[in-house]
């Protein structure tokens, strides 16, 4: 019979700790319990255990959903296991039951790993002055660390090949690579034409390596987390989904806002024994442009479907806009712009209200709303980190509607200008001419209005995003 679930973090703390008894021939007991807000299929529990030699911080990551034997955490656990002995900085993993049978003491699939110290909020990396001197070694360990991982031997790993690059856009993100905005398409016909020599060797691929998954201390690189995205295949994958400007977070320093292409290659090629050109590494950074791209369209396509009623989901998919700016500016097709923020004019929304309706106004009202957001709700000293990051977003949707509420009318206007002349008569049929050759995507008209049509988006979504150049 299977053990009952449980996700109370203090009943799961003192199952682990009756396990542990077990696992290392000792009494050990529970201290705390508590659920780390991480990631979207695992739960995470930050549990510290005691015994004899004293007090040990643990992490246990958990699927209390999965059927039995479906939590995926032993395919996970290989790659970390083949990790830590390729001397790539992991967490050791101590115990672990991949099924919800009556072995896993827990009743679903769970991890125990090692607690390492270490941060992991890149706002904090990047700007603190504790990380000073990380920072200026950053892109040095990265590329170890990297050289290190795609040194691993795969047969320990049981990792899947992802194929052709392009062709596992297509395959991954299906339904978005169909329906692509023009700017990513522009950016997929460019990577098609110039592939880039391949690395010597095909080998494991991380596949999420970025600020965010690495834990950092002020001096070193402590840890490489999250490798559900693990795969084979070419190693520039990681280096480029690195350096992409997404993962800078509005840092200019190519190597994830701390540091230069020319380090990162010379440290990788100490260890790798190999040197890749900055022209392939250029080439993977703007395919992880494209990829995190369509990953917007599907996180978005996930709430419209109703898979996952959540506001994060929803607000993300306005962002690939984003995506697409980037991808325009290393293409040459357009230049940082400086567009002042609608919400900072004095205009006027141009088909906000009317009919019955009594002030407020809908502009009115919806600032009504994002100044509680931000003044009240952000403001508040007692509120968790994950609230406080939510209002974030809040308050960064209801700035979208409220811009689009402002210019929505004339855009529309100007978008139905510009697209007339090429005979399509919107953003989307742009896109499937592009897709499907009626347009070609060399012509310099077209490009241009493809990069009016993403300036737009972008003015709506983030305008500040617009002055951000490449690097």
Same mark, same amino acid.
């Given at each position: 019979?299977?053990?009952?679930?449980?996700?109370?973090?203090?009943?799961?703390?003192?199952?682990?700790?009756?396990?542990?008894?077990?696992?290392?021939?000792?009494?050990? $007991?529970?201290?705390?319990?508590?659920?780390?807000?991480?990631?979207?299929? %695992?739960?995470?529990?930050?549990?510290?255990?005691? +015994?004899?030699?004293?007090? =040990?911080?643990?992490?246990?990551?958990?699927?209390?959903?999965?059927?039995?034997?479906?939590?995926?955490?032993?395919?996970?656990?290989?790659?970390?296991?083949?990790?830590?002995?390729?001397?790539?900085?992991?967490?050791?993993?101590?115990?672990?039951?991949?099924?919800?049978? =009556?072995?896993?003491?827990?009743?679903?699939?769970?991890?125990?790993? &090692?607690?390492?110290?270490?941060?992991?909020?890149?706002?904090?990396?990047?700007?603190?002055?504790?990380?000073?001197?990380?920072?200026?070694?950053?892109?040095?360990?990265?590329? $170890?660390?990297?050289?290190?991982?795609?040194?691993? @031997?795969?047969?320990?790993?049981?990792?899947? *090949?992802?194929?052709?690059?392009? =062709?596992?856009?297509?395959?991954?993100?299906?339904?978005?690579?169909?329906?692509?905005?023009?700017?990513?398409?522009?950016?997929?016909?460019?990577?098609?034409? *110039?592939?880039?020599?391949?690395?010597? #060797?095909? $080998?494991?691929?991380?596949?999420?390596?970025?600020?965010?998954?690495?834990?950092?201390?002020?001096? &070193?690189?402590?840890?490489?987390?999250?490798?559900?995205?693990?795969?084979?295949? +070419?190693?520039?994958?990681?280096?480029?989904?690195?350096?992409? @400007?997404?993962?800078?977070?509005?840092?200019? &320093?190519?190597?994830?806002?701390?540091?230069?292409?020319?380090?990162?290659?010379?440290?990788?090629?100490?260890?790798?024994?190999?040197?890749?050109?900055?022209?392939?590494?250029?080439?993977?950074?703007?395919?992880?442009?494209?990829?995190?791209?369509?990953?917007?369209?599907?996180?978005?396509?996930?709430?419209?479907?109703?898979?996952?009623?959540?506001?994060?989901?929803?607000?993300?998919?306005?962002?690939?806009?984003?995506?697409?700016? !980037?991808?325009?500016?290393?293409?040459?097709? $357009?230049?940082?712009?400086?567009?002042?923020?609608?919400?900072?004019? =004095?205009?006027?929304?141009?088909?906000?209200?009317?009919?019955?309706?009594?002030?407020?106004?809908?502009?009115?009202?919806? !600032?009504?709303?994002?100044?509680?957001?931000? !003044?009240?709700?952000?403001?508040? #000293?007692?509120?968790?980190?994950?609230?406080?990051?939510?209002? %974030?977003?809040?308050?960064?949707?209801?700035?979208?509607?409220?811009?689009?509420?402002?210019?929505?009318?004339?855009?529309?206007?100007?978008?139905?200008?510009?697209?007339?002349?090429?005979?399509?008569?919107?953003?989307?049929?742009?896109?499937?001419?592009?897709?499907?050759?009626?347009?070609?995507?060399?012509?310099?008209?077209?490009?241009?209005?493809?990069?009016?049509?993403?300036?737009?988006?972008?003015?709506?979504?983030?305008? @500040?995003?617009?002055?951000?150049?490449?690097?």
């Amino acid at each position: 019979m299977s053990m009952m679930r449980s996700t109370n973090p203090t009943e799961v703390g003192e199952r682990i700790a009756e396990r542990l008894s077990t696992v290392w021939d000792r009494p050990v $007991t529970l201290r705390d319990a508590r659920v780390v807000p991480a990631g979207a299929s %695992r739960t995470t529990y930050a549990v510290t255990v005691g +015994d004899e030699r004293g007090d =040990e911080a643990i992490i246990v990551r958990a699927a209390p959903a999965a059927a039995p034997g479906a939590g995926g955490l032993r395919s996970e656990v290989d790659v970390l296991r083949a990790a830590y002995v390729a001397g790539v900085p992991v967490p050791e993993v101590l115990d672990l039951s991949d099924s919800a049978d =009556e072995q896993s003491v827990l009743g679903f699939p769970y991890a125990v790993m &090692r607690f390492v110290d270490g941060e992991s909020i890149a706002r904090r990396i990047l700007r603190d002055d504790a990380y000073g001197s990380v920072r200026d070694d950053f892109a040095r360990q990265a590329g $170890t660390v990297l050289a290190r991982i795609h040194a691993m @031997k795969s047969t320990s790993t049981g990792l899947d *090949h992802i194929g052709d690059p392009i =062709e596992a856009l297509h395959t991954l993100f299906a339904r978005e690579y169909a329906h692509a905005p023009a700017g990513l398409v522009l950016a997929i016909d460019w990577l098609d034409r *110039h592939r880039p020599e391949s690395a010597p #060797s095909d $080998t494991v691929v991380h596949g999420d390596f970025r600020l965010g998954n690495l834990l950092i201390t002020p001096d &070193r690189i402590s840890a490489v987390l999250d490798w559900e995205l693990a795969h084979l295949g +070419d190693p520039m994958e990681d280096l480029g989904w690195l350096c992409a @400007k997404a993962w800078r977070f509005g840092v200019p &320093r190519p190597v994830a806002g701390m540091g230069a292409r020319a380090d990162l290659l010379d440290a990788y090629a100490q260890v790798a024994g190999w040197r890749p050109t900055e022209d392939a590494l250029r080439w993977w950074e703007l395919y992880a442009t494209v990829r995190w791209g369509l990953i917007c369209g599907s996180q978005a396509n996930r709430y419209l479907d109703g898979t996952e009623r959540s506001m994060e989901l929803a607000a993300i998919g306005r962002r690939s806009a984003e995506q697409e700016f !980037d991808a325009l500016l290393s293409l040459g097709i $357009t230049t940082p712009v400086s567009i002042p923020d609608p919400l900072n004019t =004095e205009e006027t929304a141009l088909a906000a209200d009317g009919g019955p309706h009594t002030a407020p106004a809908l502009l009115d009202l919806l !600032d009504a709303v994002s100044g509680f957001l931000t !003044d009240e709700v952000a403001a508040d #000293s007692g509120i968790s980190p994950q609230v406080r990051f939510r209002t %974030r977003v809040a308050g960064n949707v209801l700035a979208t509607v409220r811009r689009q509420v402002l210019l929505g009318a004339q855009q529309a206007e100007a978008s139905r200008r510009r697209l007339a002349p090429l005979g399509v008569y919107s953003s989307a049929e742009l896109a499937d001419a592009l897709r499907g050759g009626s347009l070609a995507a060399g012509d310099d008209t077209v490009r241009a209005v493809v990069a009016a049509e993403v300036i737009d988006r972008l003015t709506v979504a983030n305008p @500040k995003h617009l002055t951000q150049p490449d690097c």
